[in-house]
């Protein structure tokens, strides 16, 4: 089976230190994880908005990217870097948090709505929605959303969140080489951190 052609993958979140820990910066964690496994630096790209780093991932070169226009404005420097790059939509991976999912969850798919995240929904103002997305769960908000992804998790989700962006960055070789279902069947079959013993 024939993986897919990813060649350039952005996690979202928001610049600042007060942001650093906080759930909504779940895709910024993401990427910054990938970086470091497979040797890739950061470095400001003004021209982007962002932060972009060059991977090499087997036998696969990618872009790493971290759009630093807070996140309900992230289309527009992904579809500056994707237009440099001649990088199509279906070329474009996207790691970010997951109110749907609780902490410990992580999924991988193609295209769809927003799901009330503004980082996807001006994505897909931008770009459309045929990019793919690693969703990583954050948990539902007792009350506002906002305020929950903003505020950072207990010591529990936030370990668990970790293990997430693990599994995502474990996955993405997997993609790139043996293609999507096989990734899906892989990330999707991981046990719920509930039935762990």
Not at 57 to 62: F, M, N, P, Q
Not at 99 to 125: M, T
Not at 136 to 149: N, Q, R, S
Not at 165 to 172: C, H, K
Request: proline share 7%; aromatic share 8%; glycine share 12%.
């Amino acid at each position: 089976m024939s993986g897919v052609s990813l060649k350039l993958i952005v996690g979202l979140g928001n610049p600042g230190e007060e942001y650093l820990r906080t759930r909504h910066n779940a895709g910024f964690w993401f990427v910054e994880e990938l970086a470091r496994r497979h040797g890739g630096v950061f470095r400001r790209e003004p021209k982007h908005q962002g932060e972009l780093a060059r991977a090499r991932i087997g036998e696969y070169d990618v872009w790493l990217f971290k759009p630093m226009t807070f996140m309900n404005r992230s289309g527009g420097p992904t579809q500056s870097v994707a237009t440099f790059y001649k990088v199509l939509p279906e070329e474009i991976l996207v790691g970010h948090d997951e109110l749907d999912f609780p902490p410990g969850v992580v999924k991988l798919k193609q295209g769809g709505g927003a799901a009330g995240n503004n980082g996807i929904r001006d994505l897909i103002a931008n770009l459309g929605d045929a990019f793919w997305r690693l969703r990583i769960g954050v948990g539902k908000p007792p009350a506002t959303g906002i305020d929950h992804v903003l505020s950072r998790p207990s010591v529990v989700d936030e370990k668990l969140i970790h293990e997430c962006v693990d599994a995502a960055a474990d996955i993405v070789p997997v993609i790139l080489e043996h293609g999507a279902q096989v990734a899906m069947n892989r990330l999707h079959s991981r046990r719920p951190p509930a039935e762990e013993s």
